[in-house]
């Protein structure tokens, strides 16, 4: 029995393709113009009477679209948010009507790197121009304007999805009733810049790399694993290492002394890497990660305070102990310049040991703070 | 004027060979043994008529024999703890006599991957046994004996300096007066397997590399230089990388977006990775950070507790508070392990925000503590 068979889940749930009629009003940040965007999108749930349920759910670095529920009934994994998304669930699709696309940039079926440019009938590679966060909500709320929803009930994302919803409180000041940024930061710290590049750097050493043209030839796997490894590294903590994996060597018992990695937490990691090859794009990671570093709202307002001014969004700020990519004074220093502007903000830090990817895991604690919040949105949204 | 003219540099000092005379009898870790074993040593003031006054300095990976002074008058960098070896200083060689040699498999003088296999002509390369802390340690206790000292005042080291003072202090536990591990761990923690790990991928990786066998063509280069920038980011602090880079970009004032990497941060460490290239070798980084993964004293000793039982020596443990590659955490454990066999210890936890690094850049407290340490060990000594 897979989940599917779980009353809770959303059951079978399909990517729908959205283009956009004027792609030209996309000024993106960089100065380019695309001719042509798509954006892969999935609903969960029903749009109510008065367009009031409606949920925008934002993802990070590696996720797409299928946010919840099968792809058919042989799926055996369901969308990346699934102990999060469906009936009697934290987003319940009983009540909300649950909206996730892929983002602009992105390799699952929104227009991207590794997309075909109408101009010249090849793959974009790295004649893509550098999409920024805001670029990425520009079209988010072009798809939102195509649903014929006016205002959305809530915003929500983690890591990069975080920096999306933080994005729409400022570029679309009454667009979402609330707010919810989790494991996330208004500026993107300059040890996680030196990550991300690298994790770049891995990917462009790879000679099948070749300057982002290998769509006809062989991709740069081995360099996207490195990158991959080393991402999913931040994405734990040393305490969750220590738990998973400890020093247990994989198969033999004593040191073998050698280099083909006996630890389990290198065969894990390993596996992580290569897995990674077989669903995402190497240059897609190089736009995706620089769009990150870019990140920054004080720079963009001048000051976070600025940046938040004129919002009309109420905010529920996440954050977990361990995550020590988006560390909790991260959300902090949101929740601080929210606060000196006057502006509604809950922040709740939870105690996890699963680092950044607490925000993917820890759907108890997060499901009693945000189904609260979203209660009380409602109450407010429909008073109105 | 460079820092050779400071009275309290010890000037000039020369690295010296050791050779030894019975190689075979260094049985390693692997099963395997060598041939031929050079060591490269330097040291710095005098050794007294008792011969009481030794003390033998470890370093951390990429370091080498050469820890204080210059290698002639138109030197511009002095050895890596130069702030901490001299006149007056924390080791003041004005009183003791203080010894640093390069470790087993490293590649600055001492028998490494690089070194000519006396039985091939050729460079080792990966034919080069996998050696262990103990290993290491092992040959730097041939060294002592060859210069015919019965016991060390104390040995010290940080970081992977550290876990050889802690493998001297359980392997020699009569050898050390006093034993000083700074910024270490007695056991390599998952995560520092794991960080190591992604760095040996991005040198094997890289086409250059062939197998360890590239003494004739060209070195991996762009592989290694990846690797010292993962490792140069563990060695700094989130703070530290705030302090130091911010966000500032390295020339512009507006966003290029573009991947040249224009973050101050982003040079930085395209510069430290191919410096790095230019003084250290690719294959050795694989054997050093192999040795350290494969450092467990509880393993070997089947716990902690039981590793320190026969040492008869005293221990100043020093750790930092941002240092997250050897946390805090991991030297209470050390501290914890001694107590219980009422061996005597001090623990210092020194605030920084230099992360790893501060056990080469915080001298100021580390000589506080470690010169009234070792004029206790002095006393101690001497009235025996």
Redesign the interface.
Known sequence: MNDFDDNNSIGIVRTNKFVLSTPENIAL???EKLSHIEVAYETYGSLNKDKSNAVLILHALSGDAHAAGFHSSEDKKPGWWDNMIGPGKCFDTRKYYVICSNFLGGCKGTTGSNSINPKTGKEYG?SF??VSIKDMVKVQKELIDFLEIKKLLAVCGGSMGGMQALQWSVDYSDMAAGVIPIATTA?????S???N??G???I????NWNNGNYYESIAPD??L??AR??GH?TY?S?EA??N????RLQKNEE?R???E?E????SY?HHQ?TSFTKRFDANTY?YVT?AM??F?LS?EYSSLEKAFETTRSRFLVIAFSSD?LF?PYQAKEIVKALRTCNKEVSYCELSSSYGHDAFLLEEKHQTLMISHFLMNLEEEYTSK
């Open positions: 940040d960089c100065g790295m121009p550098v500026t993107l710290s300059p040890l810049i030196a990550l590049e690298v770049r750097k891995a462009m050493n790879d000679p081995a360099g694993a490195v490894m080393l590294i734990l040393d290492m220590r998973k994996f400890g020093r040191y002394y050698d280099f990695g630890f389990q937490v290198e990691l890497g190089l620089k570093d870019y920054d720079r020590w560390p």
